[in-house]
């Protein structure tokens, strides 16, 4: 197969900052995918209605003339979150998931949560009104070893609060573990999970052997290869469990560059090529829709995008700026360490 035509594809999980920086990686998004789920770690970070309606405004008047593109919003879990807040910004369509970052997880996640007991009301009014909670899954037990804190999470905090909050409905976002890949699928289907581009595609060798590699550090950071074979297998399995949230984060070249560098991957502007790699390296190529186009909405309870979307392979190997430039200053694309074959077509 040397074309594949899909619906326009959905972002899941995305960070388009705020200001020169939403203005430089906004049309990356827009030129590929339909809609994407924004992540409200701001500086401040989103965590009230009024303020996701506010941010929503801004991108989209940041969306260059010609272009379209849903931001679908999200507020910012707090153990000061206000539980009709979050059911008044659902109920008018301004917000469509509450994010959870344990605090200290990872960029800006100083006001998330500490104590769970503190959050149980806003998750029990989440259960009642179908609104999904996006969580960053990893605990920040400084006794927990950094490639193990996925794994302990799910049996310290996302287990116990799943059972606590029965119909809560769940995505774990860009799992990269087995362990994840094998509790999602334990589960029944109100849990998802979203899964990266970069981690279908480094493991924690890409880091750190032959030179440290600040632009393919990221959170969760990339495990072994034995859990990114997982990940590709979960991703390319069709599964509707499984859906594209590319986690894209950019961060200016000099904070990533930096002896105490950024986490995050810039993948906006490449994911679809990257994607139609990996899954035409697994036979799996049909399962492309499945996995950027159709399980996310499915999730989401939101309707597959009209418009298509199709890929095609070439001879000649993609071309993609090895950098964005922007009044935020460079932002680094992912570079995939290998030529890739498959281009959007205009
Ligand atoms: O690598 C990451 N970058 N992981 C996150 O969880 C946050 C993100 C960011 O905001 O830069
Ligand atoms: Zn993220």
Redesign the pocket.
């Known amino acids: 197969m040397t074309q594949i035509t899909l619906p326009r594809p959905d972002d899941w999980h995305l ?1 388009l ?1 705020d200001g020169a920086m939403l203005e430089a990686v906004l049309p990356e998004s827009a030129r590929h995918f339909a809609r994407a789920i924004i ?1 409200p ?1 701001l500086v401040p970070p989103v965590v009230t209605g009024a303020q996701a309606a506010a941010y929503r405004e801004r991108i989209l008047a940041a969306l260059p003339a010609g272009m379209r593109f849903t931001p679908l919003m999200t507020l910012y879990l707090t153990e000061e979150t206000d539980p009709a807040d979050v059911a008044a910004a659902a109920a008018a369509g301004i917000v469509t998931a509450v994010k959870l ?1 344990p605090a200290g ?5 100083a006001s998330g949560v500490r104590d769970f007991d503190k959050v149980r009301g806003v998750l029990e009014k989440m259960a009642e009104i179908g609104l999904p909670l996006c969580v ?1 899954g ?1 605990v920040t037990d400084p006794a927990v070893d950094i490639f193990d804190r996925e794994a302990v999470f799910i049996d310290r905090v996302l287990d116990p609060v799943r059972r606590a909050t029965p119909g809560l409905r769940v995505v774990m ?2 799992i990269t573990t087995k362990d994840g890949v094998d509790y999602v699928r334990s589960q029944s289907d109100d849990l998802g999970a979203t899964i990266t581009t970069h981690h279908l595609i480094i493991n924690r060798n890409h880091i750190l052997v032959g030179g440290i590699k600040p632009h393919y ?5 990339a495990k072994r290869e034995s859990h990114r074979l997982a990940l590709v297998e979960a991703a390319t399995s069709g599964e509707a469990r499984f859906f594209l949230g590319t ?1 894209s ?3 200016a070249d000099p904070a990533k560059e930096s002896p105490c560098g ?4 810039f993948t906006a502007t490449n994911t679809m090529p990257l994607l139609a790699h990996v899954f035409e390296a697994e036979g799996r190529l049909a399962n492309l829709e499945a996995f950027a186009a159709r399980n996310g909405p499915a999730f989401y309870r939101l309707p597959v995008n009209d418009e298509m979307l199709t890929l095609e392979k070439t001879d000649t190997a993609a071309q993609w700026p090895a950098k964005i430039f922007g009044g935020a200053g460079p932002v680094t694309v992912f570079d995939p360490g290998f030529p890739v074959y498959w281009h959007v077509k205009p």
């Not at 997880?105 to 996640?109: H, K």
């Not at 550090?217 to 950071?221: G, R």
Request: charged fraction near 15%; aromatic fraction near 8%; hydrophobic fraction near 20%.
């Open positions: 960070h900052r992540m770690n970052y997880a990872t960029t800006n996640s960053h990893e976002e860009h550090y990221c959170l969760p950071v986690d984060a950019p961060h950024c986490a995050g991957c």
